[in-house]
């Protein structure tokens, strides 16, 4: 049983009051020392493993600057995993160097690559006709392809990043071609990324994935003659979503994949880089909306209804996901099961499915986890609901890291 790191902080009946009472609810709460706790435990099992190494954070599982910044007290030479201009955006704002980041992108657009380009960013490219593109705008000194190994693997079909059904990258029997496309253009300095999926609790997929990524880029090396600066194994680094989960052991993990890529060079040296592009794993767990009940109803089924709905949270209406919820205060036994929803005119509106839940009454307090990646990220303004606030918690003091916002802000842009 893995007791979620955050569970003794909501008996703090009183702060969760507090909070509830000065921000409001729906609410975002981010709790510091698990960031820390998150970016170092990744850092300290990745930097003794390997002789050179980079963390580029994925910006789009929380863009929250405050949160960026953070990181990047924790880890000065952390970069970012940027996947549109907003996100570099969000970079900068941070103080993170777009030097310093990937520039990941997916049927990209001529302004998209313009502007990452301008930044200086390392540009990724998701297919060889976007190398055309890009070269219609400039060269750059370096490129990376994003490999599709041809299998994939993540929580859900929606968040499997490679195989056959999946849109993103170029299948191993065709990049060979892109990087004699980008010689042939005068680029001089490569990398090649894969990203397989996301949310893998599985230690061998990821020596799998990393067999495979070592297998093309050997293959390209040696037709080519040229050199790797680095490989990205992207994200996908997964975190425990129910307590029988169990976390990856980054320590041994990394042992085992630097075992992987060595064993194909004679001298360390010679090796490219391994960066990694993780998000879930550095902000998922550091972050849960306190939301309140707000009716309690007994149709066919039995529903609780909260102020967050599926434009607060999506994951379980986008994947059917699953989120540990807990009340807070005195909770007591399971009291029958429920389906949790907000107050979206949408049928798929839920937080949970029949989930066993004990006794609540309109007014109570509860705590959806695990919210802290593709959580504010994902929320939206369906139904025109204004979006929920962010809150940072050290200790038990709070600062307030981006307000909630208003419905005049929904309709700034439109000049009636
Ligand atoms: C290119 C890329 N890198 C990194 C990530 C981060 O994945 P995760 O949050 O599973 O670590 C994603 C997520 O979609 C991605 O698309």
């Given amino acids: 049983m893995n007791i979620h790191p955050l569970r003794e902080l909501l008996n703090d009946e009183p702060l969760m009051a507090e909070l509830s009472a000065t921000y409001g609810t729906p609410l975002y709460i981010y709790v510091k020392d698990q960031i820390g706790q998150n970016v170092n435990r990744?850092?300290?099992?990745?930097?003794?493993?390997?002789?050179?190494?980079?963390?580029?954070?994925?910006?789009k599982a929380n863009s929250n600057p405050h949160l960026l910044k953070l990181m990047k007290s924790y880890h000065p030479e952390i970069g970012g995993d940027c996947s549109s201009p907003g996100e570099i955006y969000?970079?900068?704002?941070?103080?993170?160097?777009?030097?310093?980041?990937?520039?990941?992108?997916?049927?990209?657009?001529?302004?998209?690559?313009?502007?990452?380009?301008?930044?200086?960013?390392?540009?990724?490219?998701?297919?060889?006709?976007?190398?055309?593109?890009?070269?219609?705008?400039?060269?750059?000194?370096?490129?990376?392809?994003?490999?599709?190994?041809?299998?994939?693997?993540?929580?859900?079909?929606?968040?499997?990043?490679?195989?056959?059904?999946?849109?993103?990258?170029?299948?191993?029997?065709k990049i060979v071609n892109a990087y004699i496309n980008a010689q042939k253009a005068g680029i001089?300095?490569?990398?090649?990324?894969?990203?397989?999926?996301s949310g893998n609790l599985d230690g061998d997929y990821f020596i799998?994935?990393?067999?495979?990524?070592?297998?093309?880029?050997?293959?390209?090396?040696?037709?080519?003659?040229?050199?790797?600066?680095?490989?990205?194994?992207?994200?996908?680094?997964?975190?425990?979503?129910?307590?029988?989960?169990?976390?990856?052991?980054?320590?041994?993990?990394?042992?085992?994949?630097?075992?992987?890529l060595y064993s194909h060079y004679e001298n360390k040296d010679e090796a490219p880089a391994l960066w990694i592009e993780p998000g879930k794993s550095i902000i998922g767990n550091t972050g849960f909306i306190l939301t309140t009940v707000t009716g309690l109803k007994n149709s066919y089924k039995n529903y609780v209804g909260l102020d967050a709905g599926m434009e607060t949270l999506m994951r379980p209406a986008l994947y059917g996901a699953y989120h540990r919820m807990y009340k807070i205060g005195e909770s007591g036994k399971s009291n029958g099961a429920y389906d949790f929803t907000g107050p979206i005119c949408e049928n798929t509106d839920r937080i949970a499915f029949d989930r066993a839940f004990p006794?609540?009454?309109?007014?109570?307090?509860?705590?959806?986890?695990?919210?802290?990646?593709?959580?504010y990220a994902m929320s939206h303004n369906f139904n025109t609901r204004p979006r929920a606030a962010e809150v940072l918690l050290d200790g038990r003091n709070h600062q307030l890291i981006r307000r909630r916002e208003t419905i005049e802000d929904i309709f700034t842009g439109c000049d009636v």
């Fill in 359 to 375: 006794t609540l009454e309109e007014g109570d307090l509860i705590a959806i986890m695990d919210a802290g990646a593709y959580g």
């Fill in 42 to 59: 990744l850092k300290h099992a990745l930097e003794p493993n390997f002789n050179q190494s980079h963390i580029c954070y994925a910006v």
């Fill in 90 to 173: 969000a970079a900068e704002l941070a103080g993170i160097d777009p030097k310093k980041c990937l520039y990941t992108g997916n049927y990209e657009s001529e302004p998209d690559l313009r502007l990452a380009l301008e930044k200086g960013c390392y540009i990724n490219l998701d297919d060889a006709s976007s190398l055309d593109r890009l070269l219609s705008i400039g060269t750059p000194e370096r490129i990376s392809f994003r490999l599709n190994p041809g299998f994939g693997k993540g929580t859900f079909s929606q968040i499997t990043t490679a195989g056959e059904n999946a849109k993103f990258g170029i299948p191993a029997e």
């Fill in 208 to 260: 799998e994935l990393l067999t495979a990524i070592i297998h093309n880029t050997k293959k390209i090396e040696s037709e080519l003659g040229i050199h790797f600066e680095f490989v990205s194994m992207g994200g996908g680094w997964g975190i425990p979503y129910k307590d029988e989960e169990t976390p990856l052991d980054f320590d041994s993990l990394f042992k085992n994949l630097s075992d992987v």
């Fill in 188 to 197: 001089q300095k490569f990398g090649l990324q894969c990203m397989a999926g």
